[in-house]
């Protein structure tokens, strides 16, 4: 399967626990992408990563977010103290490129905060 | 975040109909990009289109990059059951982030 690769599927936590989720791009693709998407919403951008390098971090990225990419293959998303209100999809692509790419999406992470 | 404005919001339409759906935005972008979603799972692209007039198929879909840059539209046309689920519109703002629309939620029936 060449395509993006995201683990686990469905995460299931106590308010307050560290949640940790995978990414696997595409193998060509430089460039990574993490999302967020709320029930009836469509995705919003978080973060993204160049190679290595995460060049922009979105406002609804808090300071309880990080995200690595340490050898510019795969990616992860840490989220500390889990909120309610940190639930939903968590959304990896990828792209080839600099700029204006098309973006490839994984199944997503579906998080849910209890 | 911003987001761009699809309309109309859902459509419930009889199987073999077309379907025309469009997403507006108010500043100008780079690119615009057509998107299916099935519920649980991640958006699937559809079309992309990079100029600004530019009409592109793909199959039974046909989509359009406005000429003002703000808005494109996406047809699909005799519709079939397998065409369920959520179109989203996204488009490459200045700062090079793919913004997403709304979302138009199509059912079909047969």
């Known amino acids: 399967d060449t395509g993006v690769s995201q683990n686990p599927r469905h995460k299931i936590t106590k308010r307050g626990q560290n949640v940790t989720f995978r990414c696997d791009p595409i193998s060509e693709h430089n460039r990574l992408y993490w999302y967020r998407q709320t029930l009836g919403q469509g995705p919003e951008f978080l973060t993204y990563?160049?190679?290595?390098?995460?060049?922009?971090k979105s406002r609804l990225l808090s300071d309880r977010f990080s995200a690595e990419r340490p050898k510019g293959s795969f990616s992860t998303l840490e989220i500390q103290r889990t909120e309610q209100g940190d639930s939903a999809m968590y959304l990896c692509?990828?792209?080839?490129?600099?700029?204006?790419?098309?973006?490839?999406f994984g199944s997503g992470t579906q998080l849910s905060v209890l | 975040g911003q987001q761009l404005n699809q309309s109309p919001q859902s459509m419930f339409i009889q199987e073999g109909e077309d379907v025309s759906m469009n997403c507006t935005s108010s500043?100008?972008?780079?690119?615009w990009l057509w998107y299916k979603q099935d519920p649980g799972e991640g958006p699937v692209l559809l079309i992309a289109l990079y100029k600004a007039g530019e009409l592109t198929s793909n199959g039974r879909l046909t989509a359009q990059f406005g000429i003002t840059r703000k808005d494109s539209f996406l047809n699909i046309s005799a519709s079939i059951p397998s065409d369920v689920g959520i179109y989203f519109c996204a488009g490459h703002d200045n700062t090079d982030k793919l913004i997403f629309g709304t979302g138009t939620r199509l059912q079909v029936f047969p």
């Open positions: 990563f160049q190679n290595e390098a995460q060049l922009e």
């Open positions: 692509a990828s792209s080839y490129g600099t700029r204006n790419e098309k973006l490839f």
């Open positions: 500043s100008i972008f780079n690119t």
